[in-house]
């Protein structure tokens, strides 16, 4: 197997592979324009910035596997490494920690001046006046949008720091998650209104859906209070700029910006934001997973992505299709011969049955397996079905389960 690493990764993760016997290739000079001319001999792509495009993806002629050593998969056209039967997959939680501390780090910066200062001080300026005014983080409102691991390790230290955590109720929050957020102290509001009212400093923490998109609009910010603070180290396309730069422009906002439309295809160039640019933005370039720790612990988990594949195994794959579309599911237990489960599947294309997803696992001793199979277009009756099903030799048990 052949894996090309078009940005930089920690190079122990490379000499990893390279002693299991995987040809790894680095050039983290390569641009979104630049991989479909290098991409062809290889199976893996491993990327973190960098684009991946159809065009990349359609001249992959080897190509099985895209890892994105981060969280956000954005940048890489998921629906076309679909349609042409790649894998997508990223290494999620692993920076959560890095971005936190970014983000304690721009609203310490923003509240007390740190950057302007800095660039007065640079400039031979001396205004403590000016720099020295500070409302103090102590106290203050801290509303979270979006809380996964990254917004429960932003609340974890904004609760240290003596700062009062909200969020917006969702029922997407697992159990131990909202264990974990009654424990720390965080408050649920009723809707996304009453925390913009409520907090003195927004924080977003989003994955880019489609729903987030251009979330921070005039009305958004608008029902923000006219002094507080936005954060955004999660991603550019959450914020519509120019309603952003209008809101800086006729109130006392600030804004701490880690994310921003536009931003350069590569990890160094020419750049201009207005928003970058503009007085009351304290900003960093994409800089919240560019820690050591991050970087070794997504090393790390780019490493067992790729380890996990080449054992047949799919990791934290992102264009699966999570809700397939399915009448029953079908669960076999068979003796562990390919024989038997190719005769099961000749029955269903037999009957003109079609499937999804399907799981198979091996016992203890290695006679017996167990087979899951999503299943549709069953045109006679379940129990009928299933018997079709344990007439075949090799099947112990068979059951159908309507979904």
Known sequence: MRVLFADN???????HLRARGIACDVM?????????EHISDYEVLVVRSTGVNATTLEAGSKLDLVVRAGAGTNTIDCVRAAQLGIVVSNVPARNAMAVAELTLGLMFAVDR????????ARSGIWNKKAHGRSRGLYGATLGILGMGSIGLEVAKRAIASGLDVITTATPAHPP?????MKELGIRCTSDLCS??????????????????????????????????????TSRGSAVVEADLIAALDSTEMRAGIDVCNDEPNSSSGEFYSELARHPKVTFTHHIGASTHQAQTAIAKGTIEVIEKYCRGMLTNCVNLELSPVRAAVLSITCQDQVRVLAL???????????????????????????????????????DEFTNSILAIPGVLQAKTQKV
């Open 176 to 180: 131990a998650t909202l264990q974990f």
């Open 28 to 36: 983290p000079w390569l641009t979104a324009d630049d991989l479909p």
């Open 9 to 15: 990764l920690s190079e122990f993760a490379i000499e």
């Open 344 to 382: 099961v599947l000749q029955e269903l294309n037999n009957r003109s049955i079609d499937i999804g997803n399907m799981n198979s696992q091996v016992l203890a001793g290695g006679k017996t397996s167990i087979t899951h199979i999503d299943v549709t277009g069953i045109t006679i009756s379940h």
């Open 195 to 232: 925390l913009l009212g409520a907090s003195d400093i927004v924080s977003l923490h989003v994955p880019a859906w489609p729903t987030t998109v251009d979330m921070v609009d005039s009305y958004f910010l608008a029902s923000m209070k006219t002094d507080a603070i936005l954060i955004n």
């Open 113 to 120: 001046n740190i950057a302007n200062a800095t660039a007065d």
